[in-house]
């Protein structure tokens, strides 16, 4: 064999026993991530002292809730995740606040917002009085009484014959194993901020034996969204442009 011919089948097989040379191979979990995907991925760790998505909560305090630090609503209920720290609730739950325990109010809307609570009670004679406690924007501290005007009514005992009276919030007498229905109502306040931002409030509605302790103390979460009603749905996608959050992130 001519040596230069020897030169070029060496090149070519990589020589007896030697594997030959192979190019980069993408892993296969590459497959299905988009451009788009691989752009949001940024170098690094991120800084624990600053927000990364503008949710209101530090990427050190989203490490330590397992958040995502890109998301401002990481489980899409329409609370941002800052918020729901703030009232300890779940932010990777989405049905933590319970959704029974959710209003929703659009700006400009003033039909009022109803919640019924049903008590089993065994009374010994005693009037049960139903109330709902002001609470805050845990975020900016604004009052929700800045907001809406509650009204709490005894509605319904069953059965009726073991209550003495309904009276406003109250049942009056209550005698025997019954229960006990109030329907809680919230109404737009007549001088009420529009803030121009999603903002959510807690409140409590609480029932009291008359002088006595609270028995009761339900957290009612009421959601304020300015604006139209978008798309139908359920709760409205959250943006960190369009929430009220704090100066600073938590
Ligand atoms: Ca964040
Ligand atoms: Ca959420």
């Given at each position: 064999?001519?040596?230069?011919?020897?030169?070029?089948?060496?090149?070519?097989?990589?020589?007896?026993?030697?594997?030959?040379?192979?190019?980069?191979?993408?892993?296969p979990?590459?497959?299905?991530?988009?451009?788009?995907?691989?752009?949001?991925?940024?170098?690094?760790?991120?800084?624990?002292?600053?927000?990364?998505?503008?949710?209101?909560?530090?990427?050190?305090?989203?490490?330590?809730?397992?958040?995502?630090?890109?998301?401002?609503d990481?489980?899409?209920?329409?609370?941002?995740?800052?918020?729901e720290?703030?009232?300890?609730?779940?932010?990777?739950?989405?049905?933590?606040p319970a959704?029974?325990?959710?209003?929703?109010?659009?700006?400009g809307?003033?039909?009022?917002?109803?919640?019924?609570?049903?008590?089993?009670?065994?009374?010994?004679?005693e009037?049960?009085?139903?109330?709902?406690?002001?609470?805050?924007?845990?975020?900016?501290?604004?009052?929700?009484?800045?907001w809406v005007?509650?009204?709490?009514?005894?509605?319904?005992?069953?059965?009726?014959a073991?209550?003495?009276?309904?009276?406003?919030?109250?049942?009056?007498?209550v005698?025997?194993?019954?229960w006990?229905?109030?329907?809680?109502s919230?109404?737009?306040?007549?001088?009420?901020?529009a803030?121009?931002?999603?903002?959510?409030?807690?409140?409590?509605?609480?029932?009291?034996?008359?002088g006595?302790?609270a028995?009761?103390l339900?957290?009612?979460?009421?959601?304020?969204t300015?604006?139209?009603?978008d798309?139908?749905?359920?709760?409205?996608?959250?943006?960190p442009?369009?929430?009220?959050?704090?100066?600073?992130?938590?």
């Open positions: 064999m001519l040596p230069s011919v020897a030169l070029a089948l060496t090149l070519a097989f990589g020589g007896c026993g030697t594997p030959a040379p192979v190019g980069p191979t993408p892993f979990r590459d497959a299905g991530v988009s451009p788009s995907d691989r752009a949001a991925v940024t170098d690094g760790p991120l800084d624990p002292a600053a927000d990364e998505d503008g949710d209101g909560l530090c990427n050190g305090t989203e490490g330590q809730l397992q958040t995502n630090p890109q998301a401002v990481s489980d899409d209920d329409g609370l941002v995740d800052s918020f720290y703030a009232i300890n609730s779940d932010p990777r739950n989405l049905r933590s959704l029974g325990d959710r209003l929703e109010f659009r700006e809307d003033a039909t009022p917002l109803r919640v019924e609570h049903l008590l089993d009670w065994r009374g010994e004679g009037t049960l009085l139903g109330a709902v406690q002001d609470g805050a924007n845990a975020l900016t501290g604004e009052a929700a009484s800045a005007t509650p009204s709490v009514e005894a509605i319904e005992a069953n059965p009726s073991f209550v003495r009276d309904l009276a406003g919030p109250r049942f009056v007498g005698l025997g194993r019954a006990l229905r109030w329907q809680v919230l109404s737009p306040a007549a001088a009420r901020p803030l121009g931002c999603r903002r959510a409030y807690e409140l409590f509605f609480t029932v009291k034996a008359e006595g302790d028995i009761v339900r957290r009612l979460v009421l959601s304020v300015p604006g139209a009603v798309g139908g749905a359920r709760w409205p996608r959250v943006s442009e369009g929430f009220c959050l704090p100066a600073r992130c938590l």
